[in-house]
């Protein structure tokens, strides 16, 4: 069932997002080659709890087997899609690094993905992400109060498609604010139901786009999403709305950090 929320309450996700965006400001500068991944996720940790939130991630579990996540972000790097477990590996040049994190203010929950360029990337990863983020903003621009959900999947798969890259299907976007994951489920490629898009509809759009195959598996951590053929992933994500027939993008620009 989708959950509708009203004015304040978007006000409330409005502010959680302003706060999330506020950190990854602060935390890109630092993502940098001999960083370990450890030390960016007791970074964000702390920086959320002076900010007055709690970190969304820590402990969520969305499966009976599944064990709690154990950290406060996602640091996936090359062949990893989503759901990277930090830990004292480093990030060395050359590696495309997503983070993915979400606080959780008062209640309210924002969620937004970046791939940050570590030191010195080579062509062929920089037009990846540089497409994949390109995708994200031609999905924004398909929300619209009354259209179709999957015009969003219409709109990353049409720029996507011709380039040759792999469309990950198996995780997607999702509905969010008052829990991480709630319905409905934004995929990234046309299938699956579709729902007109309505006021007091908010949602997470996250391309995950491959440079090589579509297809994914998962680790033995059974987190950690990683391509098929080994192959470099690159993922961005912005919380929008709609609310008053007028659509709105929660969380706040990063790209110009970025490229």
């Known amino acids: 069932m989708i959950r509708l929320k009203n004015e304040n309450q978007i006000n409330g ?10 950190m990854y400001r602060d935390l890109i500068p630092l993502v940098k080659p001999g960083i370990q991944t450890i030390e960016i996720d007791i970074w964000v940790r702390d920086w959320i709890k002076k900010a007055g939130g709690k970190p969304a991630f820590l402990n969520y579990s969305n499966k ?32 495309l690094v997503s983070l993915d994190c979400g606080i959780n203010l008062g209640g309210f929950i924002s969620d937004q993905a970046v791939s940050i360029e570590a030191g010195k990337v080579n062509s062929s990863v ?3 992400n540089k497409a994949t983020c390109e995708s994200l903003y031609k999905a924004l621009a398909a929300v619209k109060a009354g259209e179709r959900l999957l015009q969003i999947a219409r709109a990353v798969e049409g720029h996507i498609k011709p380039l040759g890259y792999g469309i990950v299907k ?24 579709n729902p007109k898009m309505n006021n007091g509809m908010v949602f997470a759009i996250e391309p995950m786009i491959n440079l090589g195959t579509s297809d994914v598996e998962v680790l033995e951590d059974d987190w950690t999403v990683v391509t098929a053929d080994d192959r470099i992933s690159a993922h961005w ?15 706040e620009p990063l790209e110009q950090m970025v490229f």
């Open 237 to 251: 994500e912005h919380t929008v709305a709609i609310f008053g027939g007028k659509t709105e993008v929660l969380t």
């Open 170 to 193: 198996e995780y997607c976007g999702h509905g969010v604010g008052f829990d991480l994951h709630e319905d409905p489920h934004v995929p990234n490629t046309p299938h699956g139901a």
């Open 13 to 22: 996700i409005r502010t959680s997002c302003k706060m999330l965006s506020a």
């Open 64 to 95: 009976p087997r599944t064990k709690p996540f154990p950290a406060s972000i996602c640091v996936s790097i090359n062949e990893e899609v989503i759901h990277g477990i930090p830990s004292k590996r480093h990030i060395r040049d050359g590696d």
């Open 126 to 128: 920089k037009k990846l």
